[in-house]
C-alpha cells in the first residue's frame, strides 16, 4: 500500500497510537514521586490543559476557520497538552532513562491528540489527506479526445456488462490541472476513476466536479470510498470525479470569484478544469450527464456555478454548502473581492443570480441540498437556496443527514444520499 493512502481514522494506525501515549503515561505516572518533581508534573499538566483550552478559545473568537470549532477540538487539545505539560514537568530530578520516555511520551501525545482530533472530524482518512499529499494518477492510456462522446442512447447501465477482469474498486490520486485561462495558483486535483473506467474498452462516464471546504484540500479519499461503495452495488458504474481547488496555493476563502486579491478562483473551475476534463477524460460530454458538487465552501461554490453555468452542468449536489460565497466574512469578501461594493456582493449570491436569471433557465436541472441534522446554520442555508432552486424550475431534494453536525459523518452521509439520487439520473441505475 502507498505510503500516503494509510488509513488513520481507523484501525491499527490510531490504536497503535493511543496504546503508545497510554503506556508512556502509565510509565512517567508510575515513579516515587518527591514533592518538588511531583508539583512540576502537576503544574504542567495544569498549564498544558490551559494552554489547549485556550488555544481552542481564541480560534473560535478569532474566527481562524470561519466556523465554530466543535467542542470536542478542546478535549483533545486539552488532554493532549495536559500529558505534554507533565511530561516536561516529570523530567524533573528524572534519571536519565525517564527523560527520555518523557521526551518520547511528548511527540507521541501530540500526535495522539492529532489523531484524535482528525478522527472526530472525519475529514482526512489516510495520512496523505492529513498532510495534503497524494500520489499521482495514470489516465487511461485511450481517455485522450474521448470526452467528445455525446449522450448514450440509453441509460448506460442497461446496456452495460462489467467484464470479469474488473477491478473491485477505483483509482484515486492527483493530477496538475494548468491553469491556462484562469493564471489561478490551484493545488493538485484530485481524481477518482471507478472500476470501469479501468477496464478495456471502457465506457464514456458521467463526470463530477467536486470542491472540499474552507480549510481544506482537493482529496479524493471520501467520495472515491463513498462511491466505490455504490459501483459494487451498480457492476462497477460510477462518475469520474475530479476534485478541483477553489481556494489556491494560499488556503484563502477566494468566494468562488474571480478577484484581484485572491486569483480567478471562478475561471480556474468553469473553463480550466472543465476543458482539462474534456481533454483527458473518457466522460460523456453533455451537461446532463455532468455534476457540480461541494462540502461547506466547496457547497457554496457549487451552487454558485450551477446556477451561473446551466449550459456546463445540470446537477448539483451542495453537502452541508454555505449559502454563498464568503457567507463567513462578509465585510472582508465585499471590500477584497468586490471593492467594497455591497451591490456587486450581493449579485453574487446563488439565490440572486438564480432570481435574476430568465424564465426556463434552470429547466432540466436536479439540486440535492443536505446539511448535518445537528448543523442548525446550515440546514438554514441549505433550506433557502433550495427553496429558491425548486423556484426557479430545478428538480430540489432536500436531506439531513441523521445525527450528523457539520464533518465527516455530514459529508459522507450528504454524499451517499446525494449519488443515490443522481444515479439515475445520470443513468447508473434504474430509477
Request: glycine share 12%; aromatic share 8%.
Amino acid at each position: 500500500m502507498d505510503l500516503w493512502q494509510v488509513p488513520i481514522a481507523e484501525g491499527p494506525v490510531p490504536v497503535t497510537v493511543f496504546a503508545l501515549a497510554v503506556s508512556l503515561l502509565v510509565v512517567l505516572v508510575i515513579r516515587r514521586w518527591r514533592r518538588r518533581p511531583l508539583a512540576w508534573a502537576l503544574g504542567g499538566a495544569a498549564i498544558g490543559a490551559v494552554i489547549g483550552y485556550g488555544a481552542y478559545k481564541i480560534v473560535n473568537v478569532t474566527n481562524v476557520f470561519g466556523d465554530a470549532v466543535p467542542t470536542f477540538v478542546w478535549h483533545w487539545t486539552a488532554a493532549a497538552f495536559a500529558a505534554v505539560g507533565f511530561a516536561l514537568g516529570s523530567m524533573v530530578a528524572a534519571r536519565a532513562w525517564r527523560r527520555v520516555v518523557a521526551g518520547v511520551g511528548v511527540i507521541v501525545f501530540v500526535l495522539a491528540g492529532v489523531v484524535g482530533v482528525n478522527m472526530r472530524f472525519g475529514l482526512n482518512p489516510t495520512l496523505g489527506s492529513l498532510l495534503g499529499v497524494a500520489g499521482s494518477i495514470d489516465l487511461p492510456s485511450d481517455a485522450d479526445g474521448a470526452g467528445h462522446t455525446g449522450a448514450p442512447a440509453q441509460p448506460l447501465y442497461t446496456s452495460w456488462t462489467p467484464p470479469a477482469d474488473m477491478p473491485a474498486v477505483g483509482s484515486r490520486g492527483s493530477q496538475e490541472i494548468p491553469a491556462t485561462a484562469s493564471g489561478f495558483d490551484a493545488r493538485p486535483a484530485g481524481i477518482y476513476l471507478p472500476p470501469a473506467a479501468l477496464v478495456k474498452d471502457a465506457p464514456a462516464l458521467p463526470l463530477v466536479i467536486m470542491m472540499m471546504g474552507h480549510p481544506g484540500g482537493p482529496d479524493p479519499t471520501v467520495i472515491s470510498t463513498v462511491l466505490d461503495g455504490l459501483a459494487a452495488q451498480h457492476g462497477g458504474l460510477a462518475p469520474i470525479v475530479i476534485v478541483a481547488d477553489q481556494l489556491g496555493a494560499a488556503v484563502a476563502d477566494a468566494a468562488c470569484a474571480d478577484s484581484d486579491a485572491y486569483g480567478k478562483a471562478r475561471t480556474y473551475i468553469t473553463v480550466d478544469v472543465v476543458d482539462w476534463a474534456k481533454k483527458n477524460l473518457h466522460i460523456i460530454d453533455d451537461p446532463a450527464y455532468w455534476t457540480i458538487a461541494g462540502y461547506s465552501n466547496g457547497g457554496g461554490c457549487a451552487a454558485t456555478f450551477g446556477a451561473l453555468h446551466p449550459e456546463l452542468w445540470k446537477n448539483i449536489l451542495s453537502v452541508s454548502g454555505e449559502p454563498f460565497g464568503g457567507s463567513e466574512q462578509v465585510a472582508n469578501i465585499t471590500k477584497t473581492v468586490y471593492g467594497g461594493s455591497t451591490a456587486a456582493f450581493e449579485a453574487s449570491k446563488p439565490v440572486n443570480i438564480m432570481a435574476a436569471a430568465a424564465p426556463g433557465t434552470y429547466a432540466g436541472m436536479t439540486a440535492i441540498f443536505t446539511a448535518g441534522a445537528q448543523d442548525p446554520a446550515y440546514i438554514a442555508a441549505a433550506d433557502s437556496v433550495a427553496a429558491q432552486a425548486r423556484a426557479v424550475g430545478m428538480t430540489v431534494v432536500r436531506y439531513d443527514v441523521p445525527g450528523a453536525g457539520h464533518v465527516g459523518d455530514a459529508l459522507t452521509g450528504g454524499l451517499a444520499e446525494g449519488f443515490t439520487v443522481l444515479y439515475p439520473v445520470l443513468g447508473l441505475s434504474a430509477g
